[in-house]
Structure formats: structure tokens, C-alpha cells
């Protein structure tokens, strides 16, 4: 028999990652201000939150990673989750492709399709944690501690992956164009995982407590920048520094810990709001959102863009209002494709079948 919280569904997690697509969405519609105003001390300060949005959806994606193998493992369908899992990360994947091919000349340039972006660090990340978590996953205490020990790993050989140079330059720096190597942003979805593992043993109360412990670590790092700086040679200090890292996972592990206290006292029986439902659709369709926006962005439709149209010419107050468009639109087609997927296959077929009879009989003899 199952545990009572290993049904429990953590909307805390939804939310954090509905709230880090809100946070992304605006961070790049900063391509539409005027240059002058993206180096501006308001610029700076927005920046500097943005800074946890791919920190937070690397910790979301290995916790829900962690959790649901480590539930699937205690009812008996480990080999059913892993599946869904591995189809998951190929879609993950496939999107990052797709990204790729609307921003660079693939077919003449093909080196761009092994360009690291987010989900492409997104999807590598998760199929090492797949790997390492199918054979785990029956242990969570082991898998818990093994994903610690390789998340701190991660961060502290950070630094030294600077210079690594040949083929694995393209997947561990930035050397060769990768806006999102391995190295350092593996590190967070392993603390994920880390946090999945212990919650899909523990439920809430041990989430609560890898979080605390997170937190303290995470506040130890970023109080020692000085001699961590000191330890390696001439690196990128707020790129690759344990301590950038651990300044990074600390405001996350804040921020999910303030979801879950929210999540706590709303309690999951009440209804819920509609900004509820607003954030949890993002969390629950942050590939499509994350797709949707940069095509209504930067993909020309009809000569239409709004890097076209408004791009480096808007100041605050129009910024402001062309990102809520932005998001609004996100929103909507997101809905749109989660209607559309969520029609039986056999219900469409049959509608067209029927559809078809009816214009053959209508048709004139």
C-alpha cells in the first residue's frame, strides 16, 4: 500500500514554472525596447530576476522527473512512466529543434542544430537524470544522495569547463556558441531531483526540509564568492562560479518555498482562482508557451512580427502593454493546442467521415 502522500500533487511546482514562462516571456520581449533603456539601472534590476528563470525551470524539470519515477517505481509502474518519460524528452528535444530552425539557416549551416539552448540543455539534462534515476529510483534515500553529491559536483567543476575545447566543447561551454551548456545549468535540475527524490519518499514535510537545507546551502555559497573566486583560475565569475550557482538555486528554493506555504493555506480542495488557473495553464504547457511566444516574436508571419513591428523602438509604458499582448496571445493559442490534442482521434476521424458522406450526398447527380 502506497503512503498518503504519494498521491499528492505539489501545484507548487506548477506554479513555479508558470511563473518562470510569465518571467521569460518578459525577459524576451526586451528585444522591443529602445537600446538606450535595455542598459538602463530598470533594465539591470529586471535582469537580475530573470536570472533564476532557466535555474528554475532546470530545478522544476528534475523534480518532477525524480518524483514521478520514484512514485511509479512504489505502485509497480516504473516501466510505464519510463516510457512516458523518455517521449516526453524527445518532444523536449524535438522543440528545441524546431526553435533552432526558425532562428538559423539549418539546411545551410548544420552545425546550428547542435547549439545548446534551453531546452536542448532541458532535455539532455533530463535524459542523464532518466538514467541515473530509472536504476535508483527503487532507493530514493540512495537516489536522493547521489543527485546531491552530482549536483555539487556539477557546480564546482564549472569553472574548469571553460577550458575544455574539441567535440565537448559544443555540449560543457560556451566557446562554440552554446548559450546553455551542461556546465553549470546540469547542476540545477540534479538539486531538483534531489528535491523530487525526497518529497516522492517524504511527501510535503520532506519537501519543506530539502528545501530548508537548500536554502542553507545556497546562503553558505553566495557568502563565499570571495575564496571561491580565489580557488580557480580566470573564469567567468557570474556564468560558472559555485557561488553565482548557489546565489541562483537560493531564490529559487525561496520562491518554491513560499509556493508551497501559499499552496499549504489555499488547500486542495478549495476552488481555484483564475489567476490560479492562469499561472497553472503556463506550468502545465510551458514547452508550447515557450515555442508560441518566440514565433509570435520573431517568426515572420506575413511580413508580421513583433521584433518586426516594434522591435528597439518602444519605450517603458508600450513595452509594458505590448508584453501583456504577448502573454495574452501565448495564453490563447496555448489553449487553443491544448483543445485541439485534447479531441479523441476517433471523434475527429468520425466527424470527418461524416462531413464527407453528407457532401457526397449533397453533391448534384
Known amino acids: 500500500m502506497s503512503p498518503p502522500h504519494a498521491l499528492e500533487r505539489v501545484r507548487a511546482i506548477d506554479w513555479l514554472r508558470g511563473l518562470a514562462v510569465l518571467l521569460m516571456i518578459q525577459c524576451h520581449a526586451f528585444v522591443l525596447l529602445r537600446p538606450e533603456l535595455r542598459t538602463s539601472p530598470a533594465a539591470r534590476e529586471l535582469l537580475r530576476v530573470d536570472g533564476v528563470v532557466a535555474p528554475a525551470f532546470l530545478f522544476s524539470a528534475g523534480f518532477a522527473l525524480a518524483l514521478l519515477l520514484v512514485r511509479s ?46 531546452l536542448h540543455c532541458v532535455g539532455l539534462s533530463l535524459l542523464l537524470l532518466l538514467g541515473v534515476g530509472a536504476g535508483l529510483a527503487s532507493r530514493p534515500r540512495v537516489l536522493r544522495g547521489v543527485t546531491l553529491a552530482l549536483a555539487f559536483i556539477t557546480f564546482f567543476l564549472s569553472p574548469l569547463g571553460e577550458a575544455v575545447s574539441g567535440p565537448w566543447a559544443f555540449l560543457l561551454n560556451k566557446s562554440t556558441g552554446a548559450v546553455f551548456p551542461l556546465l553549470p545549468w546540469l547542476g540545477f535540475a540534479w538539486l531538483g531531483a534531489y528535491a523530487g527524490a525526497v518529497t516522492g519518499e517524504q511527501g510535503r514535510s520532506g519537501l519543506v526540509r530539502a528545501l530548508l537545507l537548500l536554502i542553507g546551502l545556497g546562503l553558505a555559497g553566495s557568502y563565499a564568492a570571495e575564496p571561491l573566486k580565489a580557488l580557480y583560475p580566470d573564469h567567468h565569475f557570474y556564468v560558472t562560479n559555485p557561488s553565482n550557482a548557489a546565489e541562483r538555486w537560493l531564490w529559487v528554493c525561496i520562491a518554491l518555498l513560499v ?5 499549504s493555506r489555499l488547500g486542495s480542495e478549495s476552488a481555484p482562482s483564475r489567476v490560479r488557473r492562469f499561472v497553472e495553464s503556463f506550468g502545465s504547457s510551458s514547452l508550447s508557451a515557450y515555442v508560441i511566444h518566440l514565433g509570435l516574436l520573431y517568426f515572420h508571419v506575413f511580413g508580421f512580427s513583433f521584433e518586426v513591428v516594434w522591435g528597439n523602438r518602444c519605450g517603458w509604458g508600450l513595452y509594458a502593454l505590448l508584453t501583456g499582448l504577448l502573454i495574452l496571445l501565448t495564453y490563447a493559442l496555448c489553449q487553443g493546442l491544448d483543445l485541439v490534442r485534447d479531441l479523441p482521434p476517433r471523434r475527429l476521424l468520425s466527424r470527418a467521415t461524416r462531413e464527407g458522406r453528407e457532401q457526397e450526398f449533397a453533391r448534384p447527380r
Not at 92 to 114: I, S
Not at 259 to 263: G, I, N, P, Y
Open 73 to 118: 517505481t512504489a505502485s509497480g509502474k516504473r516501466g510505464e512512466r519510463l516510457g512516458r518519460n523518455l517521449r516526453r524528452i524527445l518532444q523536449v528535444l524535438g522543440a528545441a529543434t524546431l526553435v533552432n530552425w526558425m532562428w538559423f539557416p539549418l539546411f545551410r549551416e548544420p552545425r546550428w542544430l547542435v547549439r545548446l539552448d534551453i
Open 259 to 263: 509556493l508551497v506555504a501559499l499552496e
